[in-house]
């Protein structure tokens, strides 16, 4: 019998260390930027108050404009390497305790402090942010995985944002029957973003 032997040649990387290095602490800028923002917001308010949103939706839109990124990425030998790695799991897991003292000085400066209808508007936005952020992104992360664990901070999340629904209707209704009728959070075939939305 003849068998093929192929002969694994590894990648070599096109990145530098520097850049291997951003690759991979990149992920844990959220864990600072995140709470800073959200401080900032709550904490100075007055215009400041919408700080975490211009944050989020000018300053970032904006430097994801001027700086183009780049295609290179870890090769499949890096890639597998890094897989195996906690650190990315642990900065996932972060965000679960982050999301509850964020959740907890929105509600210590709305009940303790007099706020202006706009700051409470502004530090609003902030709070919304940070539950769709991590009270439904992340929780789709982990909502995803097989571990019990990783679940079960998936419901805390998503408990945070009253959002625990979609634990259940995005794992057995939405990826089940995504792009078919059955599925309501697929548009109908050519609808509109808005006319979807409303
Ligand atoms: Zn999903």
């Not at 959220?30 to 944050?55: D, E, K, N, T």
């Not at 090769?75 to 799991?89: G, L, M, P, S």
Request: charged share 15%; net charge neutral; aromatic share 18%.
């Amino acid at each position: 019998m003849n068998t093929i032997q192929i002969n694994h040649v590894p990648q070599k990387s096109e990145m530098t260390k520097l850049h291997k290095l951003w690759r991979r602490y990149k992920y844990f800028t959220p864990v600072i930027v995140l709470p800073a923002i959200m401080f900032i917001s709550f904490y100075y308010l007055g215009y400041w108050s919408f700080f975490a949103f211009v944050f989020v939706y000018g300053f970032i839109p904006t430097m994801e404009f001027i700086f183009t990124g780049t295609a290179e990425n870890f090769t499949a030998e890096e890639e597998a390497v890094e897989r195996q790695d906690i650190y990315y799991d642990l900065v996932i897991y972060s965000m679960v305790p982050l999301q509850y003292i964020i959740l907890g000085l929105y509600l210590w400066t709305i009940t303790t402090k007099q706020l202006q209808w706009y700051e409470l508007v502004g530090i609003t936005t902030a709070m919304g942010l940070a539950c769709g952020a991590l009270g439904i992104n992340v929780a789709h992360e982990l909502g995803h995985r097989t571990k019990k664990y990783e679940q079960f901070m998936s419901k805390l999340l998503l408990m945070s944002t009253l959002y625990m629904h979609f634990f259940i209707e995005h794992n057995r209704g939405h990826h089940k029957n995504v792009s078919t009728p059955l599925d309501p959070a697929t548009s109908r075939l050519n609808e509109t973003f808005l006319y979807f939305l409303a």
